[in-house]
C-alpha cells in the first residue's frame, strides 16, 4: 500500500529564508505521481505542485520546487525567499489509481507540517 | 475558467439529524468528483469519488452516502449524523490522474 510520511509536525523560519519541507513515500508501483498542498488557515487546499515518477527534472513552480530523489523514495518541498503568506499546513501527497478506472485516482495525504514565518 | 463551490460552508447538526452538503463545479465538463473527509491536524481521507453521472464509489464504510445527480453536481448526505461525522468536509474535481482541485470545503459540528 501507499503511504507518504512527514516527519515535521511544525516550523518556524524567518521571513526571506529558504525553508525545505521533508516528505518520503512509499510505493510498489513504478509508475506513480507526487503532489504537495498548501492550506491556510481558511481551509482551502491550494494545489502547489506535481512531480512525476519519471520526470527527468525536477519540478519548479515560481518559488516552489521539489527536490525528487527516487532513490531515496523522498519529494522534499523547498520554498525559497519566504514571505509571510506562506504560513499554512503543506501537505505531501501521493496519485493512487482507484477501482480499476483509468481516469480516477486518489489522493492519499501525509500528515502535513505546520510552517509559520517569523517577520 | 473552472471553479468549484461548496455550500454550506459551515453547518452545525444535532445527532441523529440528517445531512445534505452540496457541490457544484463551472466551467468543465464530465469532470471527476471527489468527497473528502478531514479530521482535526489530520490529512484528507476519500469517502467517495465519482466518474460519471450516476456512478458512486465508496472507499470507506461509513454512515454516509454521495450521489451524482447532474454531471457537475455531488452530493454527500448522511439519514442519521454521529459524532464521528464531524469534520472538514472536501470536493475535489479533476479531468484525469493529475491535479485535484479543491473546494472552499464545509465545516461540520455534530453535538
Known amino acids: 500500500a501507499q503511504k507518504i510520511t512527514q516527519t515535521q509536525p511544525g516550523m518556524f523560519v524567518q521571513e526571506k529564508e529558504a525553508v525545505t519541507l521533508d516528505c518520503t513515500y512509499d510505493t510498489s508501483d513504478p509508475s506513480y505521481g507526487l503532489f504537495w498542498y498548501k492550506q491556510p488557515s481558511s481551509g482551502e487546499m491550494i494545489f502547489l505542485i506535481y512531480q512525476g515518477s519519471y520526470d527527468q527534472q525536477n519540478a519548479t513552480e515560481g518559488r516552489y520546487s521539489l527536490n525528487f530523489q527516487k532513490a531515496r523514495k523522498s519529494a522534499n518541498l523547498v520554498i525559497s525567499a519566504s514571505q509571510l503568506g506562506d504560513s499554512a499546513m503543506y501537505f505531501c501527497?501521493?496519485?493512487?489509481?482507484?477501482?480499476?478506472?483509468?481516469?480516477?485516482?486518489?489522493?492519499?495525504f501525509g500528515s502535513g507540517t505546520r510552517l509559520s514565518i517569523r517577520p | 475558467s473552472q471553479t468549484i463551490h461548496q455550500w454550506p460552508a459551515t453547518l452545525v447538526q444535532p445527532v441523529g439529524s440528517p445531512l445534505s452538503l452540496e457541490c457544484t463545479v463551472e466551467?468543465?465538463?464530465?469532470?471527476?468528483l471527489y468527497w473528502y473527509r478531514q479530521a482535526a491536524g489530520r490529512g484528507l481521507q476519500l469517502l467517495f469519488y465519482s466518474v460519471g453521472i450516476g456512478q458512486i464509489s465508496s472507499e470507506v464504510p461509513q454512515n454516509l452516502s454521495a450521489s451524482r445527480p447532474q454531471d457537475r453536481q455531488f452530493i454527500l448526505s448522511s439519514k442519521k449524523l454521529l459524532l464521528s461525522d464531524s469534520g472538514f468536509y472536501l470536493c475535489?474535481?479533476?479531468?484525469?490522474?493529475?491535479?485535484?482541485?479543491f473546494g472552499p470545503g464545509t465545516r461540520l459540528t455534530v453535538t
Open positions: 475535489a474535481w479533476s479531468l484525469g490522474q493529475i491535479e485535484q482541485y
Open positions: 501527497a501521493m496519485r493512487d489509481p482507484v477501482g480499476g478506472y483509468s481516469s480516477a485516482s486518489k489522493i492519499i
Open positions: 466551467g468543465t465538463s464530465n469532470p471527476n
